[in-house]
């Protein structure tokens, strides 16, 4: 505080710098009846504002949020704040009668057309702000009728056409990537690909990697239905790693009882369908290992981010990625931290998530099989990945499709061009600068997307020079070892 006094707590916790921030600029907005958004990314803390906000005054409150699993976290968070005024609303809770109602987007409708319902709340608390574009939401606003509306998100725009949210109309507040990095609200990813050979089955590989981090902490590993949650559980066993499978089959008692035993050690990883959507938290999760084929960058970014998120201990998340799915989709961390909002195209989640969950008897995570990553490229992916997360790379491509197509003569000339300078340089460390021979050597493999990667690197390097800043200090993690 200004007059040196310690900010009061929440909760008896005190407020992490941007919450306490964050919460004036709020109810500014609220009490200006400006519709305004709460920005910031994945796993700061958005809740414990939210909840803050509830308790900020005495009118009636509808918190509404997307998913059932987060009506119960969102309550969980709201009722700790105010104790006996909060309510649950979807299918199975129906408690219209509180001061402040937690609500399932879906069932809004019927909460409005509920008996118990006293009619329109003093202020609407938005969470997951991008799916209020949902058509439910957008009918339900007149009828709902609010004396004002805040809302939260990790991005205040559509990824299809980048239009603002219409129901809102300012952001008051903004927490992005670097604030994180910088407070450790997340940490820092480290890819470990597969260097063995080409058209290995995936879970073999995958077996290969987690053997590898198994040091490391708990972990994750996806799969891409029930049965192949199964199998690959199975097969993990059978090479002597505890392994147990979660999903939608399994009880909600027992799958709890494994996320215990997993944080408590008595497992090494769990292998499961869809685990990582929206409500679930497991900062402590030290890896995950991506052996599921998808294509939905939606869904890869939620699994990731929610990994990215810090823990006592915790320095880096380990992604073991056995057919470079962070290269082909080529993200960097502001688009895992803000969840990318639904991209054009993109079913539902909820659509998604049926689809994860029914148990399939073909195999389709190890009909695609894992793609071995060469040293050199090894190398130039983990010099991109320390440039993009010491904010030396500002991140503009959209899309990824373009990264697997050849260069240019022109492109590859480029290259050439730029480590023929980057050697010329006498700052570059020893073994930065045999492995930028290696690249050099291998130019002729490159494809599209290492060469971006290549003169990106180059270009950060050339304008932290002209700054004053020594580049390759902040790159210095990114050295890795041929193979022997």
Excluded at 211 to 218: Q, S
Excluded at 358 to 367: E, F, H
Aim: charged fraction near 25%.
């Amino acid at each position: 505080m200004a007059d040196g006094t310690s900010p009061p707590k929440w909760c008896g916790l005190a407020p992490r710098r941007w919450q306490a921030e964050a919460l004036p600029l709020a109810l500014n907005a609220i009490r200006a009846k400006e519709r305004g958004v709460v920005s910031a990314i994945m796993g700061a803390g958005k809740s414990r504002l939210q909840a803050e906000i509830a308790a900020s005054g005495r009118g009636r409150v509808l918190v509404t949020v997307p998913t059932i699993a987060l009506v119960e976290q969102m309550a969980a968070t709201m009722d700790e704040r105010c104790p006996g005024e909060v309510g649950r609303y979807y299918t199975g809770a129906k408690q219209a009668d509180k001061r402040i109602t937690v609500c399932c987007m879906p069932s809004v409708p019927t909460l409005l057309a509920d008996t118990r319902w006293p009619g329109p709340p003093a202020l609407w608390i938005c969470d997951e702000a991008h799916r209020s574009e949902s058509r439910t939401i957008l009918d339900a606003y007149g009828p709902m009728s609010p004396g004002a509306a805040i809302a939260f998100t990790a991005t205040p725009y559509r990824a299809e056409d980048t239009e603002e949210l219409s129901l809102w109309s300012r952001e008051v507040y903004t927490y992005g990537v670097a604030d994180a990095m910088r407070d450790g609200v997340v940490v820092p990813f480290r890819q470990i690909p597969w260097v063995g050979a080409d058209g290995v089955p995936i879970t073999e590989a995958a077996i290969a990697l987690v053997r590898g981090v198994l040091g490391a902490g708990p972990g994750l590993v996806n799969a891409t239905d029930i049965a192949d949650a199964e199998a690959c559980a199975t097969a993990f066993c059978a090479a002597g790693i505890r392994a147990a499978a979660v999903h939608s089959r399994i009880g909600h008692d027992d799958v709890q009882a494994r996320i215990a035993g997993l944080r408590a050690g008595d497992l090494d990883c769990l292998v499961h369908v869809n685990m990582l959507s929206e409500g679930v938290d497991l900062p402590w999760l030290r890896w995950l290992c991506m052996r599921r084929p998808t294509k939905s960058r939606v869904r890869f970014c939620q699994e990731v981010g929610r990994v990215l998120r810090s823990c006592p201990g915790k320095t880096e998340a380990l992604l073991l990625d056995p057919m470079d799915l962070l290269g082909r989709f080529s993200l960097s961390y502001e688009a895992i931290l803000q969840g990318m909002a639904a991209e054009k195209g993109a079913q539902p989640f909820e659509a998604e998530r049926e689809a994860a969950e029914r148990a399939s008897p073909t195999g389709t995570a190890n009909a695609v099989p894992a793609s071995q990553m060469d040293a050199w490229r090894r190398y130039l992916r983990a010099l991109y990945f320390a440039a993009l997360g010491a904010g030396m790379v500002e991140f503009r491509t959209k899309g990824s499709g373009w990264r697997r197509n050849m260069p240019t003569p022109k492109q590859l000339d480029n290259v050439r061009h730029a480590l023929a300078g980057l050697l010329r340089d006498s700052r570059v460390p020893v073994e930065h600068r045999r492995l930028l021979t290696l690249i050099g050597q291998n130019a002729s493999a490159m494809l599209r997307g290492d060469v971006s990667d290549l003169m990106s690197v180059g270009f950060a390097l050339r304008d932290a020079r002209r700054a004053g800043r020594d580049g390759w200090a902040l790159l210095c993690a990114a050295t890795i070892e041929e193979d022997k």
